[in-house]
T-cell receptor, first 114, second 112 residues
Framework: GAGVSQSPRYKVAKRGQDVALRCDPI?????LFWYQQALGQGPEFLTY????????KSGLPSDRFFAERPEGSVSTLKIQRTQQEDSAVYLC????????????FGPGTRLTVT | AQSVTQLGSHVSVSEGALVLLRCNYS??????LFWYVQYPNQGLQLLLK??????LVKGINGFEAEFKKSETSFHLTKPSAHMSDAAEYFC??????????FGAGTTVTVRA
């Protein structure tokens, strides 16, 4: 069956531009997660949705980062006024239930800010 | 708060040899522990997980890991490496129901 998909796979933005990264979770999955993976590092948690409710956004690095999941399926991670330190791979994951014991990851979006 | 330390950022093994990847964690509450594998340009794939019960956990592709509370460890092993095991491996811990904290990863190279 279809897994988690993310688009675009690669994004180059000039410093100061806004970007929007999309995540299509596995159909029917209640929970959705965003992680940021810097080069040579493990993923770091950004935010967590249960259906359309954003239950934890403690990992968002600044108020330039915003995530939404308005209908409880597709999610968008928006970064305003991008900075070079935002360059990373952004991973989306989903899990079937309210708990994230088995998170299924998408391939990620590699963001490069020049 | 929890954290994960993976000893060795790179491991090289011969085909057919034992694969051993080390993971130590810190957690203020009983943890849930995970190993993920990441192939180039792909997302992370769950290899195995420990939540409760038996401390020796078997996963996909012949991997297994043992939870040792006294050592705060969750090392990953595979008796015989295959070329297809070349990838990056991440250990992760969760002390709640959802937020994963990952180690920095270990890249495995398999020599023919």
């Amino acid at each position: 069956g279809a897994g988690v998909s993310q688009s675009p796979r690669y994004k180059v933005a000039k410093r100061g531009q806004d970007v929007a990264l999309r995540c299509d979770p596995i159909s029917g999955h209640v929970s959705l997660f965003w992680y940021q993976q810097a080069l040579g590092q493990g993923p770091e948690f950004l935010t967590y949705f249960q259906n359309e409710a954003q239950l934890d956004k403690s990992g968002l690095p600044s108020d330039r980062f915003f995530a939404e999941r308005p209908e409880g399926s597709v999610s968008t991670l928006k970064i305003q006024r991008t900075q070079q330190e935002d360059s990373a791979v952004y991973l989306c994951a989903s899990s079937l239930g309210a708990r994230g014991y088995e998170q299924y990851f998408g391939p990620g979006t590699r963001l490069t800010v020049t | 708060a929890q954290s994960v330390t993976q000893l060795g950022s790179h491991v090289s093994v011969s085909e057919g040899a034992l694969v051993l990847l080390r993971c130590n964690y810190s957690s203020s509450v009983p943890p849930y522990l995970f190993w993920y594998v990441q192939y180039p340009n792909q997302g992370l794939q769950l290899l195995l997980k420990y939540t409760t019960g038996a401390t020796l956990v078997k996963g996909i592709n012949g991997f297994e890991a043992e939870f040792k509370k006294s050592e705060t460890s969750f090392h990953l092993t595979k008796p015989s490496a295959h070329m297809s095991d070349a990838a990056e491996y991440f250990c992760a811990v969760s002390s709640n129901d959802y937020k994963l904290s990952f180690g920095a990863g270990t890249t495995v190279t398999v020599r023919a």
